[in-house]
């Protein structure tokens, strides 16, 4: 079945120590975004991409960084995860037409000890 | 920028009477409103959607309206279920805007058996 998948599904890291999330898809979509969702929150988009072009929130700190090297896969990097970074970061994608529907993935929960 | 405010924060209802949860938006331009349901460390799953030129649309024991004029929608769950226990987000967005989803503040329901 053609989805958005994320990995890991879960992942711990250590305060200051880089940490990168995968998100791949076989819809084929052109957007893919990346979304935080901290606890009894709304999602929170941080990122898109349009193809290759880069889509940056005014407000997603510098601290998050993003990498599509193809169609298929969409990368979040946090430089130096601090404890408030911990959330479910969620990836979604969407075609570029006809329709407005974002398609997403599980999610990663992202711990930060 | 949009803004996107979703009642109740928490409903519980029995097992097979109705829910509903409504939405204001403030922006005009918005013109697709889908609904989402997050279940405990998932993603979200789009459960229906509507566009501004619709008023009403209907998928089994689901339905949304859509005012307009007043600018706010509403989801209708009808015969409710326990599977039907979740958080449910409303979201808006417009093209010009890049399609970017502006997201509710979510409803917990509880379906009691």
């Known amino acids: 079945d053609a989805m958005v998948i994320q990995n890991p599904r879960y992942q711990v890291t250590q305060f200051g120590k880089p940490v990168t999330l995968s998100c791949s898809q076989t819809?084929?979509?052109?957007?893919m975004y990346w979304y935080q969702q901290k606890s009894s929150q709304a999602p929170k988009l941080l990122f898109h991409?349009?193809?290759?072009?880069?889509?940056n929130e005014a407000d997603t700190p510098d601290n998050f960084q993003s990498r599509r090297p193809n169609t298929s896969f969409c990368f979040l990097d946090i430089r130096s995860p601090g404890l408030g970074d911990a959330a479910m970061y969620l990836c979604a994608t969407k075609p570029d037409r006809p329709t407005d529907t974002q398609y997403f993935g599980p999610g990663t929960r992202l711990t930060v000890l | 920028g949009e803004n996107v405010e979703q009642h109740p924060s928490t409903l519980s209802v029995q097992e097979g009477d109705s829910a509903v949860i409504k939405c204001t938006y403030s922006d005009s331009a918005s013109n697709y409103f889908p609904w989402y349901k997050q279940e405990l460390g998932k993603g979200p799953q789009l459960i229906i959607d509507i566009r501004s030129n619709v008023g009403e649309k209907k998928d089994q024991r689901i339905a949304v309206t859509l005012n307009k004029t007043a600018k706010h929608f509403s989801l209708h769950i009808t015969e409710t279920q326990p599977e039907d226990s979740a958080v449910y987000f409303c979201?808006?967005?417009?093209?010009?805007?890049?399609?970017?989803?502006?997201f509710g503040g979510g409803t917990r329901v509880l379906v009691k058996p």
């Open positions: 979201a808006a967005s417009y093209k010009a805007a890049g399609n970017k989803l502006t």
């Open positions: 991409y349009y193809d290759k072009d880069f889509n």
């Open positions: 819809l084929n979509h052109n957007v």
